[in-house]
């Protein structure tokens, strides 16, 4: 019995040719799809990348700020406290007041202060605030510990005492209290020696006996050799910090650019012009120069640029024990 021949359009060959159209369309779609999915699931990976990065800046920026803020509020307490400590010791009626003054108001710049009196033995410690056994009984000025902030406190050429300080913070602002608390005791010393006349004291010629004392005691020389009146060191290192706490953001840019000269100049042309006011004569070296590059500079000449004009007074000394401990 013979079979009969198949039907040739039911044949698999044909089939698949008649669904080819229909499967290539399908195919697309389902390309189309995933293309869409896979486009979709990349901007939403890049919309989270930048809301992620947006956050973060916006986290580091305000972290800056709040240390911005926070720097600025430290920067305002500092120049209040020395604002304040000018002020009140401007207004006190004793040397010891104004020591005592200085013994509180240190602690705010560094871990210890101290204040010595200059007698027989020497410099012997009168009184201290905060970091006890750090200070000795008597110091030597030439045996300083380098790492304390030490002022003499002069007063028309001769050596009351001095004040020191210890954990040092902030060095500039003790160079300013110390600068001012000489300043303040000298004027004190004079006032006490001419006192001005009033109306409830019968005579200007007889002052109090307790002022008249205080006075003698600040005229009479010490047992320590004193510096020479207006000390040329000490006079441009005030200034000279002055400037640089005054003009920071220039200093800090001059140093950077290697042009402190021509940022500050009207600064330190009137800073010298002061020093060479303050001073008796000519001096031997010029200490205002040494200090505008170690201060200002950080001891690189080359970052006051090409216009600063230099040393008037040339061959800087060596440093010395002052220096190194101021």
Not at 34 to 45: C, F, K, P
Not at 57 to 67: G, H, I, Y
Not at 303 to 319: F, N, T
Request: hydrophobic share 40%; no cysteine; glycine share 6%.
């Amino acid at each position: 019995m013979s079979e009969e021949p198949s039907d040739p359009g039911l044949s698999p060959d044909r089939l698949l040719e008649a669904a080819r159209p229909a499967l290539a369309e399908a195919l697309g779609e389902t390309i189309e799809q995933i293309r869409a999915a896979v486009a979709a699931e990349a901007q939403s990976h890049l919309e989270q990348a930048i809301r992620d990065k947006h956050a973060e800046l916006e986290a580091r920026f305000a972290d800056e700020a709040d240390e911005e803020r926070a720097r600025l509020r430290q920067e305002s307490r500092r120049w209040r406290a020395l604002a304040k400590f000018q002020h009140k010791t401007g207004e006190s009626t004793s040397q010891l007041e104004v020591l005592r003054r200085f013994l509180k108001t240190a602690l705010r710049f560094a871990d210890g202060s101290a204040v010595y009196l200059n007698k027989a033995a020497g410099l012997t410690l009168w009184d201290s605030e905060g970091a006890p056994r750090v200070f000795p009984d008597v110091v030597a000025v030439d045996a300083i510990d380098p790492d304390w902030y030490f002022w003499p406190v002069v007063v028309r050429g001769r050596t009351l005492g001095a004040v020191a300080a210890a954990g040092v913070r902030d060095r500039d602002a003790l160079v300013i209290m110390g600068g001012a608390l000489n300043r303040t005791i000298e004027n004190l010393a004079m006032r006490l020696r001419f006192p001005e006349p009033a109306d409830n004291v019968p005579s200007a010629q007889d002052p109090q006996p307790g002022a008249v004392a205080e006075a003698e005691a600040a005229a009479t020389p010490g047992d320590v050799a004193p510096p020479a009146a207006g000390d040329p060191r000490q006079v441009a290192r005030t200034i000279v910090v002055e400037i640089k706490l005054r003009h920071e953001d220039a200093v800090r840019e001059g140093r950077a650019r290697s042009d402190l000269f021509e940022r500050l100049r009207q600064p330190i042309e009137e800073g010298r012009a002061a020093y060479e006011g303050q001073l008796s004569g000519r001096p031997e070296h010029d200490y205002f120069h040494e200090e505008i590059v170690k201060i200002l500079a950080d001891n690189d000449f080359s970052r006051m640029g090409p216009e600063y004009p230099g040393p008037v007074v040339q061959s800087p000394p060596p440093l010395d024990a002052e220096e190194a401990n101021v």
